[in-house]
């Protein structure tokens, strides 16, 4: 069955500090797959996707992430993480053809300490 | 405003009323979603329009919900007899076709609480 993992509920780091966020996801082809961020009382705001070509695509607010075919894995990382990056991240697939419908992952909770 | 719209953006009701959540798209977004997200939980899909065709109801969890959405326009989503369970934020996104390249617009949600 098509899913999307993200292993680490909550993740904590000091400000200034790099993050990485894990996404790995179990479907039968490559597929479209994008980070959102979501703030509190917010709705889900994108922050990159990756389509084809290049497998490290850069987003806003400093965010990257890296296709890696190999590992079935899309993860977000930041070099230095700013107090206002404290939200929930979710990563999500789309299939390439057929059926529209996404399938987000649980959510990585970041909080970020002063 | 440019963004997906949602209303209201809080609802608390006696279990056992009705509820009815609105959805208003971008303009010109032909694809429209609805979401549920429980506490501390991902998405859960529950319904998409796509322009005229027949929506997609497979992920409603029950008879009691149902969706509208007149051609490309407003969405409404409604809970009859609802229960504590119905508890959670309700999300709208929108496209602006079926294609899967098109990232999803989100409206900011409505948090139902049901007492």
């Known amino acids: 069955a098509q899913s999307v993992t993200q292993p680490d509920i909550h993740i904590t780091v000091s400000e200034g500090a790099s993050l990485e966020l894990r996404c790995n996801y179990s479907?039968?082809?490559?597929?479209?797959l994008f980070w959102y961020v979501q703030s509190p009382g917010q709705g889900l705001q994108l922050l990159l996707k990756y389509f084809s070509g290049d497998t490290l695509v850069q987003g806003i607010k400093g965010f990257e992430a890296e296709f890696k075919r190999s590992q079935s894995s899309f993860n977000l990382r930041k070099p230095s993480v700013h107090w206002s990056d404290a939200a929930e991240y979710f990563c999500a697939v789309a299939s390439t053809s057929g059926t529209y419908k996404y399938i987000f992952g649980t959510g990585t909770r970041l909080k970020v300490l002063a | 405003g440019a963004g997906v719209s949602q209303s209201p953006s809080n609802k608390v009701t006696e279990k056992g009323k009705d509820v009815e959540l609105r959805c208003d798209p971008i303009?010109?977004?032909?694809?429209l979603y609805w979401y549920r997200q429980r506490l501390g939980q991902g998405l859960e899909f529950l319904i998409y329009?796509?322009?005229?065709?027949?929506?997609?109801k497979s992920g409603l969890p029950s008879d009691r919900f149902s969706a509208e959405r007149t051609g490309e326009s407003v969405s409404t989503l409604t809970i009859q007899r609802t229960q504590q369970e119905d508890s959670a934020v309700y999300l709208c996104?929108?496209?602006?076709?079926?294609?899967?390249?098109?990232?999803?617009?989100f409206g900011d949600g409505t948090r139902l609480s049901i007492l």
């Open positions: 329009f796509q322009g005229n065709s027949a929506p997609d």
């Open positions: 996104a929108s496209t602006p076709d079926r294609g899967q390249n098109q990232p999803q617009h």
């Open positions: 479907y039968g082809a490559t597929p479209y």
């Open positions: 303009s010109g977004h032909t694809a």
